[in-house]
């Protein structure tokens, strides 16, 4: 499949193992040999994508998307964002899960519950301020009656450092996307507490009760996709939603769907460039909420 695409380099904006990383070599194992996967990790994807920036026109490198794309610029921390550059496609959302240390007192979800409202945590979370994990938190924290802003937070540029965090004893509580903390669920190292999905995630999540089960009013996911550097031409974007097309029905993406516990959402060029208006509207909403958005830059 990778021969009307040739080599490519998918620049994956987190460390290995990070939530970028994991969709980049996915979707590297599902179309085959000619793609390169380069991590370029800093500011929740924001290097990645200030690098694709530069390099308009050209046809043998993307990078993965996520909301961190828009969310980055709201907040002021990047003059990069999804308006320059191309949309190619949105093709999963993952959601997040709140999970502390066995054996601690946040591995029972009262103690944990009680902090949240009092403002008396400490949490940490990947991989940026005002990212999905963050909202999250908000959105958690509100409901409860307290407010994020009192928290103490730690932030991460890889979901995998804000799981060892929890296990180090630095925070009380790590909120990551679901798939980031399995090794740990499935050692037992590590307690689920509550999920950001609309039903139960499945694996060693099943027991893990949904935010709503809490009567906690959250469900938000995490979305990933892939963007081309500015002005990428339409033949050759007309290539990759042809090579995607064939991708995502295959077993192999399905197989790392269901075993990464994401609920694919494809959308594809012309779709993800209506979806990224309405989620960046969406977004500045929400951090406007609790303080976080900047000064928006023209156009």
């Given at each position: 499949m990778?021969g009307?695409?040739g080599?490519?380099e998918?620049?994956?904006?987190?460390?290995?193992?990070?939530g970028?990383?994991?969709?980049?070599?996915?979707l590297?194992s599902?179309?085959?040999?000619?793609?390169?996967?380069?991590?370029?990790?800093?500011?929740?994807?924001?290097?990645g994508?200030?690098?694709l920036?530069t390099?308009?026109?050209?046809?043998?490198v993307?990078?993965?998307?996520?909301?961190t794309?828009?969310?980055?610029s709201l907040?002021?921390?990047?003059?990069?964002d999804?308006?320059?550059?191309?949309?190619?496609a949105?093709l999963?959302?993952?959601?997040?899960a709140?999970?502390a240390?066995?054996g601690?007192?946040y591995?029972?979800?009262e103690v944990?519950?009680?902090?949240?409202?009092?403002g008396a945590?400490?949490v940490?979370?990947?991989?940026a301020?005002?990212n999905?994990?963050?909202?999250?938190?908000?959105?958690?924290?509100?409901?409860?009656?307290g407010?994020?802003?009192?928290?103490?937070?730690?932030?991460?540029?890889?979901a995998?450092?804000?799981?060892?965090d929890?296990?180090?004893?630095?925070?009380?509580?790590?909120?990551?996307?679901?798939a980031?903390?399995v090794?740990?669920m499935?050692?037992?190292?590590?307690?689920?507490?509550?999920?950001?999905s609309p039903?139960r995630l499945?694996?060693?999540?099943?027991?893990v009760?949904?935010a709503?089960e809490?009567?906690?009013?959250?469900v938000?996911g995490?979305w990933r996709g892939l963007?081309?550097?500015?002005?990428?031409?339409?033949?050759?974007?007309?290539?990759?939603?042809?090579?995607?097309?064939?991708?995502t029905?295959?077993?192999g993406?399905k197989?790392?769907?269901?075993?990464?516990?994401w609920?694919?959402?494809y959308?594809?060029?012309?779709q993800?460039?209506?979806?990224?208006?309405?989620?960046?509207?969406?977004?500045?909403?929400?951090?406007?909420?609790?303080g976080?958005l900047?000064?928006?830059?023209?156009g």
């Amino acid at each position: 499949m990778s021969g009307p695409l040739g080599h490519i380099e998918i620049i994956a904006g987190t460390p290995p193992g990070g939530g970028q990383d994991r969709t980049a070599r996915a979707l590297a194992s599902a179309i085959g040999e000619g793609i390169e996967v380069r991590n370029v990790p800093g500011r929740g994807g924001g290097n990645g994508w200030d690098e694709l920036a530069t390099r308009s026109g050209a046809t043998d490198v993307v990078a993965v998307s996520s909301p961190t794309l828009i969310t980055n610029s709201l907040v002021g921390d990047s003059t990069t964002d999804e308006r320059d550059l191309t949309p190619i496609a949105v093709l999963y959302t993952e959601y997040s899960a709140v999970v502390a240390s066995s054996g601690t007192k946040y591995a029972d979800p009262e103690v944990t519950l009680d902090a949240l409202a009092r403002g008396a945590l400490t949490v940490s979370f990947a991989t940026a301020l005002g990212n999905m994990n963050h909202l999250v938190l908000a959105e958690l924290s509100t409901g409860l009656g307290g407010a994020v802003a009192n928290l103490e937070l730690r932030v991460f540029e890889s979901a995998r450092h804000a799981v060892a965090d929890v296990l180090g004893g630095n925070s009380g509580i790590a909120i990551v996307s679901a798939a980031s903390a399995v090794p740990e669920m499935d050692a037992g190292t590590v307690t689920g507490l509550a999920v950001s999905s609309p039903e139960r995630l499945g694996g060693v999540f099943s027991a893990v009760p949904t935010a709503t089960e809490l009567e906690l009013p959250c469900v938000r996911g995490t979305w990933r996709g892939l963007v081309g550097p500015p002005g990428l031409d339409e033949d050759r974007l007309a290539g990759w939603e042809a090579a995607l097309s064939s991708v995502t029905p295959s077993q192999g993406w399905k197989q790392s769907i269901g075993e990464s516990l994401w609920l694919a959402t494809y959308l594809g060029a012309s779709q993800t460039r209506e979806f990224f208006a309405s989620e960046r509207d969406e977004l500045a909403k929400l951090l406007g909420s609790i303080g976080l958005l900047a000064v928006p830059r023209d156009g």
